[in-house]
């Protein structure tokens, strides 16, 4: 994709990209509030409002998959406006309280257009010249409007109906809607590409970078998908974010019932200790990798030392003798939580060949989208028979189930190190 030069023009595009990612954030964290209270509006158990984790996530990888052709045709203006727009359709229909089917089966509206929005504000930043600074404050937002969603939700709740939870949502959306229309380029990214530039044609050549052998993927007749979906440090990657998802949306979206039935907590408590736990999961993601890289640790070593932190908070939240305790533990389970993600897609390009790697990177998103999707609603579905308080031996399990995942690509990032040192060493 051509990058674009940063006129002071589309600064407020990026302001506003920032704007929805935070109300992108909060509609994520405020989701296990809402579950609690529509359990109760429609009667029914974690089983059953648990597929709306199915309906959305399929929603979302349609979205994402989407916005590529959408952008490519209309332009960021249109992909933006669709995103948009199908979110305020989408949560304006649920504030009306549809009957149980209608309620799981638009959740893959609400889906498709996060995973559209998510894509299309992703894609235009990556396009800018100061792209890794803006994409790092991008996703930073996400986390702030997820810290701010558990609290506002329980406290709407706590005096009206979830449905106006959704009613706020979608209003908050139409100026956004309506931002993307004015100032996003309606122009498709590869309109107008520059010349090539004579001078560069003519100077000296430079040799291509071989793939290293040992990770080089074979040639697939499905092309880069079809490749990327034959490596196995591609599968390993995607496995791993599947999981970590899983335990990340599973501990948001259930742990105020957990706090609420199991502990005892009031909403509005549980509802600032859910809130807690996605500050968390944003200061994590700021201080720990910068401490790592100051005191030398490996991506291995950042790696096992938050999944091992991960494991501990899990145990605490469960064991924990009082109710401050689990809630405090909620927030520590967050901070080490919050650089896996990243972490895991940075490496990306380690488990493969380069020539496969934003194949890569799409195959992982996926992965994690079902992930997010089946554990979620697995974790309810064993709550249901068991009790809210399996909600954290499970998910210690499945944290386990993380370390089981991640040895195969550290084995993976290591070889490849190994190989890379060799040129070096030979030349040394």
Same mark, same amino acid.
């Given at each position: 994709?051509?990058?674009?030069? &940063?006129?002071?023009?589309?600064?407020?595009?990026?302001?506003?990209?920032?704007?929805?990612?935070?109300?992108?954030?909060?509609? $994520?964290?405020?989701?296990? &509030?809402?579950?609690?209270?529509?359990?109760?509006?429609?009667?029914?158990?974690?089983?059953?409002?648990?597929?709306?984790?199915?309906?959305?996530?399929?929603?979302?990888?349609?979205?994402?998959?989407?916005?590529? =052709?959408?952008? +490519?045709?209309?332009?960021?203006? #249109?992909?933006?406006?669709?995103?948009?727009?199908?979110?305020?359709?989408?949560?304006?229909?649920?504030?009306?309280?549809?009957?149980?089917?209608?309620?799981? =089966?638009?959740?893959?509206?609400?889906?498709?257009?996060?995973?559209?929005?998510?894509?299309?504000?992703?894609?235009?930043?990556?396009?800018?010249?100061? #792209?890794?600074?803006?994409?790092? *404050?991008?996703?930073?937002?996400?986390?702030?409007?997820?810290?701010?969603?558990?609290?506002?939700?329980?406290?709407?709740?706590?005096?009206?109906?979830?449905?106006?939870? %959704?009613?706020?949502?979608?209003?908050? %959306?139409?100026?956004?809607?309506?931002?993307?229309?004015?100032?996003?380029?309606?122009?498709?990214?590869?309109?107008? *590409?520059?010349? =090539?530039?004579?001078?560069?044609?003519?100077?000296?050549?430079?040799?291509?970078?071989?793939?290293?052998?040992?990770?080089?993927?074979?040639?697939?007749?499905?092309?880069?998908?079809? $490749?990327?979906?034959?490596? *196995? !440090?591609?599968?390993?990657?995607?496995?791993?974010?599947?999981?970590?998802?899983?335990?990340?949306?599973?501990?948001?979206?259930? =742990?105020?019932?957990?706090?609420?039935? !199991?502990? !005892?907590?009031?909403?509005?408590?549980?509802?600032?200790?859910?809130?807690?736990?996605?500050?968390?999961?944003?200061?994590? *993601?700021?201080?720990?990798?910068?401490?790592?890289?100051?005191?030398?640790?490996?991506?291995?070593?950042?790696?096992? %030392?938050?999944?091992?932190?991960?494991?501990?908070?899990?145990?605490?939240?469960?064991?924990?003798?009082?109710? &401050?305790?689990?809630?405090?533990?909620?927030?520590?389970?967050?901070?080490?939580?919050?650089?896996?993600?990243?972490?895991?897609?940075?490496?990306?390009?380690?488990?493969?060949?380069?020539?496969?790697?934003?194949?890569?990177?799409?195959?992982?998103?996926?992965?994690?989208?079902?992930?997010?999707? #089946?554990?979620?609603?697995?974790?309810?579905? &064993?709550?249901? +028979?068991?009790?809210?308080?399996?909600?954290?031996?499970?998910?210690?399990?499945?944290?386990?189930?993380?370390?089981?995942?991640?040895?195969?690509?550290?084995?993976?990032?290591?070889?490849?190190?190994?190989?890379?040192?060799?040129?070096?060493? $030979?030349?040394?």
């Amino acid at each position: 994709m051509r990058r674009f030069s &940063v006129p002071w023009q589309i600064r407020p595009a990026i302001l506003l990209s920032y704007v929805a990612f935070v109300l992108i954030g909060v509609s $994520a964290g405020d989701n296990g &509030v809402l579950l609690l209270a529509q359990m109760g509006d429609y009667g029914v158990d974690r089983a059953v409002i648990g597929i709306t984790f199915f309906t959305g996530s399929a929603g979302f990888v349609l979205g994402s998959l989407h916005s590529g =052709a959408l952008i +490519g045709r209309l332009g960021f203006r #249109a992909a933006g406006v669709v995103g948009g727009g199908a979110f305020v359709l989408a949560t304006l229909y649920l504030a009306s309280r549809p009957p149980l089917a209608a309620l799981i =089966a638009v959740q893959m509206m609400v889906g498709y257009a996060t995973g559209m929005l998510e894509s299309v504000l992703s894609a235009y930043i990556a396009a800018q010249s100061d #792209a890794t600074t803006l994409l790092n *404050r991008l996703h930073a937002f996400f986390g702030v409007g997820a810290l701010i969603g558990p609290a506002l939700a329980a406290w709407i709740v706590g005096f009206t109906t979830w449905t106006v939870v %959704c009613l706020v949502l979608a209003v908050a %959306c139409v100026p956004l809607a309506v931002g993307f229309a004015l100032v996003y380029p309606g122009a498709p990214p590869g309109a107008r *590409r520059p010349a =090539a530039d004579p001078a560069a044609a003519s100077g000296p050549a430079v040799p291509p970078v071989p793939e290293l052998p040992a990770l080089a993927s074979p040639p697939a007749r499905g092309g880069l998908l079809g $490749a990327a979906l034959r490596d *196995r !440090g591609v599968l390993a990657g995607a496995a791993m974010l599947a999981v970590y998802v899983g335990v990340e949306l599973g501990v948001g979206n259930w =742990a105020f019932s957990y706090l609420v039935q !199991g502990r !005892g907590l009031s909403q509005s408590l549980a509802g600032y200790a859910v809130s807690g736990y996605w500050l968390g999961l944003t200061a994590g *993601r700021f201080l720990i990798s910068p401490v790592a890289t100051r005191v030398g640790l490996t991506t291995s070593g950042l790696m096992y %030392c938050c999944l091992s932190g991960i494991a501990v908070a899990l145990t605490l939240t469960w064991l924990a003798p009082t109710r &401050v305790t689990a809630g405090a533990a909620l927030v520590l389970l967050g901070f080490f939580l919050g650089p896996v993600f990243p972490t895991t897609m940075a490496a990306a390009s380690r488990l493969t060949s380069p020539r496969l790697a934003p194949a890569a990177i799409g195959v992982m998103n996926a992965g994690s989208s079902v992930g997010g999707a #089946a554990l979620p609603w697995l974790a309810g579905v &064993v709550t249901q +028979g068991a009790g809210i308080g399996a909600l954290f031996p499970f998910m210690l399990a499945m944290a386990v189930l993380q370390v089981a995942t991640w040895v195969p690509i550290a084995t993976r990032i290591r070889a490849r190190s190994s190989v890379e040192s060799q040129p070096a060493q $030979a030349a040394s």
